[in-house]
């Protein structure tokens, strides 16, 4: 079965500076899908970044950019000039690749709560 | 953006009575639909996956008879939690993914569900 830990329950940085959320997965799958996700307070998940297992540059988005190391099984989530709207809960997420048959929603971790310091 | 409606938002209800959950693709199809809990301060769980036209696939330890879960139709997946208790208190989140099998996952607002 597939594992996903985030190993920082809280996170906390000055606004403006930089902030990196770590992320380790298990599986022993060649083809996958690794999303970082936002949930503020209303707690609606919101994407913030996707990266596919066979892409070997990392994605980036805006002030968001992941280092993903696929040999290391390592998803970090690093984000830049951070804003007071970055406050949130973040959840890294596996899912395979598309298998064709359903079963394939997404494994979440525990999440890390990210506080922004004025 | 693809939108995914989930309703109700809130609902209180006594023990021992069923709740309906809908969630709605509403401007795409949606072969596949998921569905979530989220206890307080945790994680999300993915209880099953909903396949329109068959049965849903639970997770393991997702007691099917308890929370049965309808995907009639591409844009309607429906969640029943039958003669709830108070510890099936918790927020349900929906997902559904469009047709064609893309890895794009769209989020519904979730449910918070409170048994007394």
């Known amino acids: 079965a597939q594992t996903v830990t985030q190993s920082q329950p809280e996170m906390s940085v000055q606004e403006a500076e930089t902030v990196t959320l770590s992320c380790t997965y298990d599986?022993?799958?060649?083809?996958?899908?690794l999303f970082w996700y936002k949930q503020p307070p209303s707690r609606q998940m919101i994407l913030v970044i996707r990266?596919?297992?066979?892409?070997?540059q990392n994605a980036t988005e805006n002030r968001f950019s992941v280092n993903f190391q696929k040999a290391a099984k390592s998803f970090s989530l690093k984000i830049s000039d951070s804003q007071l709207g970055d406050a949130a809960m973040y959840f890294c997420?596996?899912?395979?690749?598309?298998?064709?048959?359903?079963?394939?929603?997404?494994?979440f971790g525990k999440g890390t709560h990210l506080i922004i310091q004025p | 953006g693809a939108v995914v409606s989930q309703h109700p938002s809130r609902v209180i209800c006594k023990s021992g009575t069923s709740v309906k959950i809908e969630c709605r693709s509403l401007?795409?199809?949606?072969?596949?639909m998921f569905w979530y809990r989220q206890f307080p301060k945790q994680s999300l769980m993915l209880m099953a996956t909903?396949?329109?036209?068959?049965?849903?696939?639970?997770e393991q330890g997702v007691e099917k008879d308890k929370f049965l879960i309808n995907h009639a139709s591409l844009t309607l997946s429906t969640l029943t939690v039958t003669s709830a208790h108070p510890e099936d208190s918790s927020f349900y989140i929906c997902?559904?993914?469009?047709?064609?099998?893309?890895?794009?996952?769209?989020f519904g607002s979730g449910t918070q569900l409170s048994v007394l």
């Open positions: 909903s396949n329109e036209g068959s049965k849903a696939t639970y």
């Open positions: 599986t022993s799958e060649s083809d996958y899908y």
């Open positions: 997902s559904a993914r469009a047709t064609g099998g893309n890895e794009k996952l769209f």
């Open positions: 401007d795409f199809q949606a072969t596949t």
């Open positions: 990266q596919e297992a066979y892409k070997q």
């Open positions: 997420a596996y899912r395979i690749s598309y298998s064709g048959g359903g079963a394939d929603g997404l494994t």
